[in-house]
């Protein structure tokens, strides 16, 4: 089992910006690819970020490349969303989650390929 604690949700302003932090306990975390994903009120979960084990790719959804950074620190088992020039449009509940599959690509960005979830932090941003 992986349990992920997300972190550093808020309300803010738009242009603003914020940094989630998700801390993994459990297994080894450098055998797990991670990602975010997030739900905005009404609509579906919808892929954010991801980064395989190594931290040698990154995958970002269109919406939010260039604005956002994920990143790792495999010692302190913890990723982190780095979001700037935030927009009210990125209003949503964000969710770590983690996965053994291997896969990358399109893999990656699929929920249903994850394994573990945290259990979310709310991301507010004003107009």
């Known amino acids: 089992q992986v349990q992920l604690i997300e972190s550093g949700g808020g309300l803010v302003q738009a242009g603003d910006s914020l940094r989630l932090a998700c801390a993994a306990s459990g297994r080894t975390f450098s055998n797990y690819n991670m990602g975010w994903f997030r739900q905005p009120p009404g609509k579906e979960r919808e892929f954010v970020a991801a980064?395989?084990?190594?931290?040698?790719?990154?995958y970002y959804a269109d919406s939010v490349k260039g604005r956002f950074t994920i990143s790792r620190d495999n010692a302190k088992n913890t990723v982190f969303l780095q979001m700037s020039s935030l927009e009210p449009e990125d209003t949503a509940v964000y969710y770590c989650?983690?996965?053994?599959?291997?896969?990358?690509?399109?893999?990656?960005?699929?929920?249903?390929?994850?394994?573990?979830w945290g259990q979310g932090t709310q991301v507010t941003v004003s107009s």
């Open positions: 989650a983690a996965t053994d599959y291997s896969g990358v690509g399109y893999f990656i960005k699929l929920s249903s390929k994850y394994n573990y």
């Open positions: 980064m395989t084990r190594n931290g040698d790719r990154t």
